[in-house]
């Protein structure tokens, strides 16, 4: 069984900075591209970093410099470190496991940065 499950959101003030993991079971973890995703109130689900298997990163312009994704193969697990948040952060952030044609998607953590 699958699973993705993330940790680590809460409540920030503005210019705060929070850490978000996503620990992974029942994949070959080391395989898989991950991702953090976000949905915002009323918003489409966006893309905010990816990570390859080789470790390559990608970043939406909205967050480039300020969010850092990253990886621990050993402990199946990826993380987002987001600084210098803002209110515009706010949101459910999910993470994502892709390779091939599999695709799965943790329950979500909810950042809401306001003061």
């Known amino acids: 069984q699958v699973q993705l499950v993330e940790s680590g959101g809460g409540l920030v003030q503005p210019g705060g900075s929070l850490r978000l993991s996503c620990a992974a079971s029942?994949?070959?973890?080391?395989?898989?591209?991950m991702g953090w995703y976000r949905q915002a109130p009323g918003k489409q689900r966006e893309l905010v970093a990816t990570?390859?298997?080789?470790?390559?990163?990608n970043y939406a312009d909205s967050v480039k410099g300020r969010f850092t994704i990253s990886r621990d193969n050993a402990k199946n697990t990826v993380y987002l470190q987001m600084d210098s948040l803002k209110p515009e952060d706010t949101a459910v952030y999910f993470c994502?496991?892709?390779?091939?044609?599999?695709?799965?998607w943790g329950q979500g953590t909810q950042v809401t940065v306001s003061s």
């Open positions: 994502k496991a892709s390779w091939l044609s599999f695709n799965y």
């Open positions: 029942g994949i070959a973890f080391s395989f898989y591209a």
């Open positions: 990570i390859s298997s080789g470790g390559s990163t």
